[in-house]
């Protein structure tokens, strides 16, 4: 029996069947989507779910200082546009902006929260913790990260913790905490939004970035959608499912923001080719690629891009 784990429906959930196509394995998955609040769910999690997270699994190489003139450009950038956001106007901030839309859909809605350099930053999901030292760069002082897939804790030099935890380890609050495509990789999404409303400070704001089905790209691709990365992602969430879950537990959305890319496009293509993700083998010219970018911001601007930021609050 299928039963909705975000509302509890059990009733004419539709069933599909999905390949594993990052890496190519093609083995298949049943996934099922509730028509009530629209959430599409793995049907069984695999028992082997670690053999779908090879060691070359994006995001676990630990960080040495090195950086090339680019990342240093792209970490001064980022530092300015943080700065314009989170205490006032800053000229550099508002021309990163322009220069790099991503960075301005990144952190836009975190003007609503009472953010500043002193924050208890928490990132669940991070990895090696890239994003937090490129906020530690920014001028942040209190920032940790979790990730249960980590090999060890991560302590570097510069004071920045990445901790092999799950989010239930956890007993303190934060002032903001981060969820950066990673809240679809984790069993009981329930639990963890219950886990969630308790780690937040009552002025504290939630940053949970996620694939989303109501988007056009479900609609076009189906099953070949490259953002259901069977068997890793287990919920791939509509904009109700995730106001079930805040309601459900004392939180509201205060801003959604859309930041699809041209991904939505270039690899579910492939994935209807059959071709992995994995395999980086061009099949589309700068120009249509270009062209997909476009449409990736049409779509985003009509809000049914195939992913968004969601910026939540205490009720
Ligand atoms: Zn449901």
């Known amino acids: 029996m299928c039963k909705c784990g975000i509302c509890g429906n059990i009733e004419n959930n539709t069933l599909y069947v999905v390949k594993e196509m990052m890496f190519g394995y093609k083995d298949q998955f049943k996934y099922f989507k509730c028509p009530l609040c629209g959430c599409l769910q793995i049907l069984n999690i695999p028992e082997n779910l670690d053999k779908y997270y090879p060691s070359n699994y994006y995001s676990y190489g630990i ?3 090195h950086t090339s003139l680019q990342s240093k450009i792209t970490d001064f950038l980022l530092s300015q546009v943080l700065k314009s956001r989170i205490s006032h106007y800053c000229f550099w901030g508002e021309i990163a902006c322009l220069y790099k839309s991503l960075y301005a859909d990144y ?5 609503g929260a009472y953010l500043n350099y002193n924050s208890k930053v928490l990132d669940i999901g991070c990895g090696a913790g890239k994003l937090l030292l490129k906020m530690k760069k920014c001028g942040f002082k209190y920032l940790e990260g979790i990730d249960p897939y980590l090999k060890e804790d991560i302590k570097y030099i510069n004071g920045v913790c990445v901790y092999k935890k799950d989010i239930y380890q956890l007993d303190k609050t934060y002032d903001f905490i981060m969820l950066h495509h990673s809240f679809e990789h984790m069993p009981e999404p329930k639990k963890v939004f219950e886990k969630l409303s308790t780690i937040l400070s009552v002025n504290g704001m939630i940053m949970l970035r996620v694939p989303l089905v109501d ?10 959608w490259f953002q259901i990365d069977a068997p890793r992602h287990l919920f791939l969430h509509t904009v109700k499912s995730i106001n079930i879950l805040a309601q459900n537990n004392g939180l509201k959305i205060l801003r959604t923001v859309y930041d699809s890319r041209a991904n939505q496009f270039i690899q579910s293509e492939k994935y209807m080719r059959d071709i992995a993700i994995a395999n980086d083998s061009d099949i589309f010219t700068s120009r249509e690629i270009s062209t997909f970018k476009k449409s990736a911001d049409l779509l985003n601007s009509l809000k049914d891009g195939d992913q968004a930021c969601f910026y939540l609050i205490k009720e």
């Not at 952190?107 to 003007?111: A, P, R």
């Not at 988007?215 to 070949?224: E, P, V």
């Open 107 to 111: 952190f836009s809605g975190v003007s």
């Open 215 to 224: 988007s056009y790209a479900w609609r076009k691709y189906g099953i070949d």
């Open 63 to 65: 960080f040495s200082g």
